[in-house]
């Protein structure tokens, strides 16, 4: 691939990780809703959604995850065509600061952010379909 078609990929790929970190966002949103109305369902039908909705944030994650690694290997692409001398390459890596010739890979506490946000969209999913109390109960 080109410099150029390197850059199209990786604005297309920044692209369709906005559009998952807003159906993410969106998504929680419509759990906790979605949570409210089967309040009084019985236990089963509650736990299926539950499941359902675990499924989604699952999916959405490794989505998300997926995307990002696509977007970091195309970043160490260009990196090392920055390394052998493009200069279109050494452009964009100096003007987001990446090391030029480096592999690129997320921040670790980018890493450990995504994990603990998991961990907290998958332990309210659970309280609010099995033990949540809403009020007018």
Same mark, same amino acid.
């Given at each position: 691939?080109?410099? !150029?078609?390197?850059?199209?990929?990786?604005?297309?790929?920044?692209?369709?990780?906005?559009?998952? $970190?807003? &159906?993410? %966002?969106?998504?929680?949103?419509? =759990? &906790?809703?979605?949570?409210?109305?089967?309040?009084?369902?019985?236990?089963?039908?509650?736990?299926?959604? @539950?499941?359902?909705?675990? !499924?989604?944030?699952?999916?959405?994650?490794?989505?998300?995850?997926?995307?990002?690694?696509?977007?970091?290997? %195309?970043? %160490? %692409? @260009?990196?090392? @065509?920055?390394?052998?001398?493009?200069?279109?390459?050494?452009?964009?890596?100096?003007?987001?600061?990446?090391?030029?010739?480096?592999? $690129?890979?997320?921040?670790?506490?980018?890493?450990?952010?995504?994990? !603990?946000?998991?961990? =907290?969209?998958?332990? &309210?999913?659970?309280? !609010?379909?099995?033990?949540?109390?809403?009020?007018?109960?």
């Amino acid at each position: 691939m080109s410099e !150029i078609e390197l850059l199209t990929s990786m604005q297309a790929n920044r692209a369709i990780f906005v559009d998952y $970190v807003l &159906v993410q %966002t969106l998504m929680a949103a419509v =759990i &906790v809703y979605i949570a409210y109305v089967f309040r009084k369902l019985p236990t089963l039908i509650k736990a299926a959604a @539950m499941v359902g909705s675990v !499924i989604s944030i699952l999916l959405v994650t490794f989505f998300a995850t997926g995307t990002q690694t696509v977007f970091y290997a %195309t970043a %160490t %692409t @260009m990196s090392e @065509m920055a390394g052998n001398g493009s200069e279109i390459a050494t452009s964009f890596m100096d003007s987001v600061n990446f090391p030029v010739g480096e592999p $690129v890979s997320q921040p670790g506490w980018m890493s450990a952010l995504s994990l !603990i946000q998991l961990v =907290i969209n998958l332990g &309210v999913t659970v309280y !609010i379909y099995m033990f949540a109390t809403w009020g007018d109960e």
